[in-house]
């Protein structure tokens, strides 16, 4: 892009001028973030406009990536180093005395998304714009993020992600692509002119979606790509008569209620209200992108739907768009008059679906009595599909009744969305070489007889641009300094950095690099949780989301077995290690709150016992989130993925460490079984049961806790301390976890994650790791070899696969 360097300057000043009344000797350190952002976007608008137009010129196959999440993190740094005017504008900046750090830190997250979910979008997108693929995004723009976490006592408070508190100056609004989402109402049945059935909605509740863009820089091109996120409101939704009447809160009460369709990121749905909010959120955000989607065809194209496919794919992020399906049927035949035969043949060529999970109660399922209330005309659809679809299993199978009610859509009173995703896609991805075995021979085996060549693999990855060259430049630029530059768009090359494996003044630096990230981290610490940490300590880290599976339990079961050992042997002297927590648990996780109080209150512990003598120490990271994880990983020394096997669809995280340094520590779970495979054994810590073992104990439910407590003293010891006054007087704080593993709870039975199973195992391995990182240049070996080979986890590589088996797009080149 071009950058002129005096006009810059005067797009600032002018942009602070108007928005605020100020000059640069006035302007906060908002002001001064807005105004450069909103010059940097000046800068932007050119390609993104000719992206555009390229687009409609050249009408061609487009992917429209549909998802509830878009995790992108700060958007300032990454659209300045895609855009390759960084440094320019740094140089500018610097000349007008003004700390680009400073303004940098004053980005807020955008509260778009909340875990590896939402990440990998965002890496997606990132990716396809890089490869100058056409492919944009579609979701919701949140006004609050799922929550701001507060550690308070120990415990997690939820404060409201406010993150658009202040306007965001990466967005335009489209009011004049606005469109109409309809709820409820009655279903009305009349004729065509030409005599065909047509079905239409009277009396539905009427909710404006309105659209904000967001670009999508591509990094060494001019490709730019669209995030459009859809805001809820009412288009009548205040009554002036009740308001004259002093009614005031009925007067806004329709306003209010389209509104909270956009309020929040992952309302709680622990409830039929939440479960009806949530579905209100993914039939909104579907309804409206496929409205976009098919006004432009018809705008561009014309009405002869069955070429929609030819210009249309829309890959489906699990289960929350799935309602789309039926969606696209509903506006092609009751809005344009296409036939069912044909409306289907026209779905089952457009959508894809990604599986990011085995867990059954993540495959969303909704009851018939808040579906069917809240979208009838979509649930006279669903039905219509599931009849058409039994009466082929009925013709497969036609005695096997268990099977087919299993795989029936509808059944016990719910509608399975995943297999209605399954049904109608042409494409059924998992995520991870396991997830993908796991789910063709386990949770979706029925599918995958009937449905084999739907189903495939497309390993996640991450893109290098965020998670190496711009969070952790130190190293970008030790990188570049022996394999030159290329590895920004194609991290294969990074390969050749095994050649310096052996070369004592690379490994050296690379020691001195990781050093300065820990010092960054520390520093960060210091002054936003008043932690101290010790740089020259091991940094061992696990920072995801805060699920039983991930198994943070066991983690600070073994610091808690660590601690016992310290305080019990004065002869024990391990290296100085830290451990870092960062996760948010969902609001109405009660499980998930009380690790996070358990990690607190054994790093209060801890923390504050001279008896450690600095070899201990734990700190749980506030409000996890994007920009926060640009400063943990590039300073982690050990990548906690311990996962239990079989469960993880793949993780992200874990690529993100590999390609910053960090050894993984994990069990052959989701993609740290390809990570082993492009590493080598030898440079990570595996432990722990593998997936086909715990499905061998699941199917003999032979699993008994109590033996491993029995044989193992010291795990018993720590489990007891749950409930035995160490840690809490009452004994009452933490029994829910410790009957969680020991007795069972809620009709499950103990340990269901077998925590108690691996621990020995994870024990062993944490002492390999304790014992290995004593010798600093042998482990520096290590983390370059991970680095080296950690080429096949960058999202461009998982792009191309998903465009060469699934999309079939072709490159456009915007000049």
């Known amino acids: 892009m071009t950058f002129d360097a005096e006009q810059f300057k ?17 302007a906060n350190k908002h002001d001064l973030f807005d105004a450069v952002s909103a010059s940097a976007l000046e800068i932007i608008m050119p390609n993104w406009m000719e992206t555009r137009r390229e687009y409609e010129a050249k009408p061609t196959k487009q992917l429209y990536y549909l998802s509830a999440e878009f995790l992108m993190g700060r958007a300032l740094s990454n659209n300045l180093i895609n855009s390759g005017i960084m440094e320019q504008v740094k140089d500018v900046l610097k000349g007008m005395n003004i700390n680009y750090d400073m303004i940098e830190d004053e980005e807020p997250d955008a509260g778009l998304g909340n875990g590896g979910l ?77 005599g065909q059935d047509r079905f239409y909605i009277e009396n539905a509740e009427e909710v404006t979606a309105t659209p904000y863009d967001m670009p999508v820089v591509g990094y060494g091109c001019n490709t730019v790509n669209t995030l459009r996120l859809w805001q809820a409101s ?6 002036l008569q009740l308001f004259n009447d002093m009614q ?22 622990s409830g039929p209200s939440g479960k009806e909010l949530r579905l209100r959120q993914q039939y909104f955000f579907t309804s409206a992108s496929l409205q976009d989607l098919i006004h432009h065809f018809v705008n561009t194209v014309g009405t002869d739907f069955s070429k929609f496919p030819q210009y249309h794919v829309i890959q489906l992020n699990d289960t929350h ?19 069912w035969d044909d409306a289907w043949s026209i779905v089952q060529k457009t959508f894809a679906y990604t599986n990011h999970t085995i867990l059954a109660e993540a495959l969303e399922k ?32 036609p005695e096997d009744y268990d099977k087919q009610n299993h795989m029936s859509i509808i059944h016990d009173g719910k509608i399975y969305m995943a297999w209605l995703a399954i049904h109608a896609s042409f494409s059924v991805n998992g995520v991870a070489e396991l997830h993908t075995k796991l789910l063709k021979e386990q949770e979706l085996k029925n599918w995958n007889a009937i449905y084999p060549q739907k189903f495939n693999n497309k390993t996640n990855g991450v893109t290098q641009r965020r998670w190496l060259l711009s969070s952790n430049p130190e190293l970008a630029e030790f990188i570049t300094a022996r394999i030159g530059h ?29 050093l300065h990230n820990k010092e960054r981290l520390a520093d960060c610490l210091k002054h936003t949780q008043n932690e101290f940490l010790d740089p020259e300590s091991i940094f061992d880290t696990q920072v995801k989301r805060l699920h039983e599976y991930k198994r943070q339990l066991l983690n600070v079961l073994h610091i808690m077995y660590l601690y016992n050992r310290i305080v019990e042997d004065p002869s024990y002297n391990p290296p100085a290690r830290t451990f870092i927590f960062g996760a948010k648990s969902a609001s109405g996780y009660r499980r998930a709150k009380q690790i996070i109080k358990l990690i607190n209150t054994v790093a209060e512990r801890v923390n504050n016992d001279r008896r450690v003598g600095g070899k201990l120490r734990v700190v749980f990271v506030e409000n996890y989130r994007v920009s926060m994880a640009e400063k943990i990983i590039p300073a982690s020394d050990v990548s906690e993925q311990i996962s239990t096997a079989g469960y993880e669809a793949s993780g992200t995280s874990n690529m993100k460490f590999m ?11 989701g993609a740290n079984i390809e990570i082993v495979n492009e590493a080598g054994e030898d440079n990570a810590f595996i432990f722990g049961l593998t997936a086909d073992e715990i499905i061998k104990i699941n199917s003999e439910h032979s699993y008994n806790p109590q033996k491993y407590l029995d044989r193992s003293p010291a795990l018993a010891k720590v489990v007891n301390q749950l409930v035995d006054g160490t840690y809490d007087p009452t004994g009452q704080q933490f029994k829910e976890l410790y009957d969680s593993l020991v007795y069972g709870i809620e009709g499950q039975r103990p340990d269901v994650y077998y925590v108690l199973a691996d621990f020995d195992s994870y024990v062993q391995a944490q002492e390999k790791v304790a014992a290995e990182y004593t010798d600093r240049k042998s482990w520096a070996r290590k983390t370059l070899i991970n680095i080296a080979n950690s080429g096949k986890f960058s999202s461009d590589r998982t792009i191309e696969d998903y465009v060469r088996d699934i999309w079939h797009l072709k490159k456009v080149v915007v000049k």
């Open 10 to 26: 005067a797009n600032l000043t002018a942009r602070l001028r108007r928005q605020y009344g100020k000059d640069i000797s006035q």
């Open 366 to 397: 909704w009851p018939i009595d808040i579906f069917q209330r809240l979208l009838p005309r979509i649930y006279q659809i669903v039905e219509e599909i599931n009849r058409r679809f039994m009466i082929e299993l009925r013709q497969k199978f």
């Open 486 to 514: 290329g590895w920004e768009t194609d991290l294969s090359k990074l390969k050749g950095l095994e050649k310096f494996v052996d070369d004592e003044k690379s490994i050296d630096e690379l020691i001195a690099i990781k």
């Open 321 to 339: 768009p799935v309602v789309a399906i039926p969606e696209l049927m509903r506006i092609l035949m009751d809005e344009y008059n296409v036939g």
């Open 118 to 194: 939402g990440r990998l979008a965002a890496c997606f997108l990132d990716s396809i714009a890089t490869l100058q693929y056409p492919g944009h995004g579609y979701g919701i723009r949140y006004e609050y993020g799922m929550f701001e976490q507060h550690i308070e006592n120990g415990y997690q408070v939820e404060y409201p992600d406010n993150w658009l508190k202040h306007r965001d100056p990466w967005e335009v609004k489209r009011s004049d692509l606005s469109v109409t989402v309809k709820f409820g109402g009655q279903i009305k049945y009349g004729k065509t002119p030409d």
């Open 248 to 269: 005031y809160h009925r007067a806004v009460e329709r306003q209010n209620d389209a509104e909270d369709i956009s309020r929040v990121l992952y309302p709680n749905d």
């Open 234 to 239: 009412s288009p009548n939704g205040f009554d």
């Open 659 to 669: 390609m910053n340094g960090a050894l993984t520590l994990g069990t052959l779970d």
